[in-house]
């Protein structure tokens, strides 16, 4: 039974896409069920419902054959009452009926008339690659501190795939990238997720932001995937104490000096600090006129003298620098 039927879709896949596979089996009630993949066109034959419960195709009509939705279902197949050949009525899409159930069965009925005959009709739907996986947000994002160790690690958004089994979400992939590893792992309930590790740490001063594209893939022949991207920004630490500049130096002026001690501190937390020690030197300007000793001088000198006498001495002082303290 498996056999053939796994069979049958591997060829339908290869050969047409649309073309499908049908299963009949007698169950001991009378019953019939078939198999086939959802998403057939409208009036694609599901089976020949005569021959499979050995009915006299010439007589349905007149015993006024028909399918019949058990409860208020759709009625989803049509009966060729000339030919005894069951077709698709409408677009059955096995994730709208049956969600993520891994068996989707739909019952309905044939009725027949004089005399009166019940049959039971299954379908079981089988599940193609219908549907892309897709993250629920465009971006996934995240603030991580760029003190964050190596090794730290970010739950990622699964992927979700309104299709089953292997055509449902098998992996994901990571762009790849300077800072982040992807690791994939899988939940008790069999559905993978990712999450994002730190492989090399960040520095926001060297880069404020990483954006990656991560992909989710499902398992089908072929297969479909979804992106998203995810922004990461980089929040700062407290990792740089202040920088001291060295304050300037005047050549030639070494005469008056002072040592400062500077301390530097952010207020960050922690705070970090660093200290300069700073020689200064106060170079001159020429900020006093000479001086002289005294207020006046009085000299007493006689006549006659002789040329190139001295009368008397006067001296001046000047407290600036160099040229600019030299007296003449
Ligand atoms: C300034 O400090 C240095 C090193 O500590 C020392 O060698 C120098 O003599 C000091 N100068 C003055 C003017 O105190
Ligand atoms: C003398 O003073 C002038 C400014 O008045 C200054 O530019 C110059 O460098 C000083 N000279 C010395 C030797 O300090
Ligand atoms: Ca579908
Ligand atoms: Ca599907
Ligand atoms: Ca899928």
Redesign the pocket.
Known sequence: YNKYFSLGISVADEMFGLLFFVLMAHTAYGDVSYSFLEEMKRGSVIGNIAKDLVLDVNRLSSRKARIDTEGNRKRYCDINLNTGELTVAERIDREEICEKKSSCVINQELVLENPLGLHRVIFNIEDINDNSPQFKQSVIKFEIRESALKGSRYLLDEAHDADISMNAVQSYMLQENEHFLLRVLTRTNGRTYGELVLNKELDREQQKEVTLILTAVDGGTPPRSGTVAIHVTVLDANDNAPLILPSCLIPGCVHI???ITITATDEGSPPLSSTK?I?LTVADVNDNPPVFQEQSYRAHVQENNKPGSSICSVSATDPDWRQNGTVV
Do not use: A, E, I, P
Request: no cysteine; glycine share 20%.
């Open positions: 000096g002072y040592n020690n020689h």
